[in-house]
C-alpha cells in the first residue's frame, strides 16, 4: 500500500517545511503519535539529520520521554493529536503544572477544517475546552495566513521559560 | 510466596550500593525506600508522579545522555499503566537504559490490592510473568531476580552490560507501606537535577 501525500488544501503545513521550522528554531527530538494529518510529516521528519524521531504507544509517554528529553538538555516537541491530549491528560497535569517544565506540544485538531468527514466528531465540543482546562497557554492556527504564530509562540515560551501548545486544524480524521 | 520475596527495602539497598555515577529514578514504594538512602545529586525521586511514566522519563532521559547510564525503579503497577513503554523503549533501544520492575503484586501504597497481573487477582491464579512480557516487546537483556544474593551477584552486569536492560525483581511488599513522600518542591528539584544531569559529562 502506499503512503499518503500531500494533496489536501486542508493542511496548513507541508512536511517539508514544518520540519525546516523546526529545524531552524532548535527541536532536537519530536515524540510522537501521528495522525493522518500529521502523520504526512514522517518522511521529512526521518530525513532530518537533526530531529530524531521518537515514537511512542500513547500519548502519556509523550510528554514523559519530552520531560526527560528536556531534563537531560535536549529541545523535544511533543506532537499529537487532540484525540491525544484528552488521553494524556495526567501526563501533562504532572510534568506541565508539578514540575513546571517548559514543554511545547503541537496538538492536530481533529476535523476543524471539514467536520463533514466525522460527523458529529466530538473533538469538536471538547478539544478548546480541555485546553483551556488543562491551564496551557496556546495559539491557534486555522489558517495559512496564521503560520507565523507556531514560530513565535514557541520563541516566546522557551525565552520566558514556560509550556506552551499550538493548536493546528486539520481537515481530515 | 509473599515471605521468599526479597525484601523491597534490601534490594535498593543492594542497588544504592552498586551505584556510582548512574542516574537513578524511583517512584512510589521505591522512592520511599530510596529516600531513607544517602541521596545523590543524580538521583531523580520522581514523586509526585503522573503513575506509570517513570520509565518513559528515563527514556527520554536516555536519549538526551547517551553516555549516562540510566536506572529507572519502577514498580508493577506502574509498569502495567504504561506496557506500551517497554515497546517505545525498545524501538528507540538506548544502550543505557536500565529498567528495573521491582514486583510486589500490589497496588502497595492505596492498601495492598492485587494488581490485574497478580494470581490473586486472575482467573487461572497463576500471576504473570513480566520477563516474558519485557522479551515479547523487544527487549533482548532479561533478568529475572529471586534472591539478595541474586542480586548482590547480579546487579554489577545489570549497571553496566548493553541495554536496554530489563530486571525482574520479585519482592515482597511492605505491609502498612506508606505513600512516598516529594523531598522537595518539584519544580526546583527538577531545575537542580537537569543541573547536575547536564554537567560534569562523562567520557564517551
Known amino acids: 500500500m502506499g503512503k499518503l501525500v500531500q494533496t489536501d488544501e486542508h493542511h496548513i503545513y507541508q512536511d517539508k517545511e514544518i520540519v525546516s521550522l523546526l529545524e531552524e528554531i532548535g527541536i532536537t527530538h519530536v515524540v510522537w503519535v501521528p495522525d493522518s494529518t500529521l502523520g504526512l510529516w514522517e518522511t521529512a521528519l526521518v530525513s532530518s539529520p537533526a530531529i530524531e524521531l521518537v515514537s511512542v504507544c500513547r500519548e502519556g509517554e509523550a510528554w514523559a520521554v519530552a520531560a526527560g528529553l528536556h531534563l537531560g538538555g535536549s529541545k523535544p516537541l511533543v506532537i499529537i493529536q487532540c484525540t491525544g491530549l484528552f488521553e494524556s491528560g495526567d501526563a501533562l497535569r504532572n510534568v506541565l503544572h508539578d514540575y513546571q517544565l517548559p514543554l511545547y506540544g503541537l496538538i492536530g485538531y481533529r476535523s476543524y477544517l471539514n467536520s463533514e468527514s466525522l460527523p458529529g466528531d466530538s473533538c469538536l465540543l471538547f478539544t478548546e475546552p480541555v485546553l483551556k482546562a488543562w491551564n496551557v497557554e496556546s495559539r491557534f492556527i486555522d489558517s495559512v495566513e496564521k503560520k507565523h504564530l507556531f514560530k513565535e509562540h514557541y520563541l516566546q515560551c522557551q525565552q520566558e521559560d514556560r509550556a506552551g501548545v499550538t493548536l493546528l486544524a486539520e481537515g481530515r480524521a | ?204
Open chain 2, 1 to 204: 510466596m509473599t515471605s521468599d520475596r526479597m525484601p523491597t527495602p534490601e534490594s535498593l539497598r543492594i542497588l544504592h550500593a552498586a551505584r556510582s555515577d548512574e542516574v537513578v529514578i524511583t517512584t512510589m514504594s521505591t522512592a520511599r525506600e530510596w529516600t531513607e538512602l544517602p541521596p545523590h545529586p543524580l538521583d531523580f525521586v520522581y514523586v509526585p508522579s503522573s503513575m506509570g511514566q517513570a520509565s518513559s522519563l528515563g527514556l527520554g532521559m536516555a536519549l538526551a545522555q547517551p553516555n549516562r547510564r540510566i536506572v529507572v525503579c519502577n514498580g508493577d503497577g506502574c509498569t502495567l499503566m504504561n506496557l506500551g513503554s517497554l515497546v517505545s523503549i525498545t524501538a528507540a533501544a538506548p544502550k543505557n537504559l536500565v529498567l528495573l520492575v521491582f514486583d510486589n503484586e500490589v497496588y502497595e501504597i492505596t492498601g495492598g490490592q492485587g494488581t490485574a497481573a497478580a494470581q490473586q487477582r486472575r482467573a487461572d491464579g497463576a500471576s504473570l510473568n513480566y520477563a516474558e512480557m519485557a522479551r515479547a516487546c523487544g527487549f533482548q537483556k532479561v533478568h529475572v531476580i529471586e534472591s539478595c544474593q541474586q542480586w548482590q551477584e547480579q546487579v554489577e552486569l545489570l549497571l553496566s552490560e548493553e541495554g536496554p536492560v530489563f530486571g525482574w525483581l520479585k519482592v515482597a511488599p511492605v505491609p502498612g507501606g506508606a505513600g512516598p513522600r516529594s523531598p522537595g518542591p518539584g519544580p526546583e528539584r527538577a531545575r537542580s537535577f537537569a543541573a547536575a544531569l547536564q554537567g560534569n559529562q562523562p567520557k564517551p
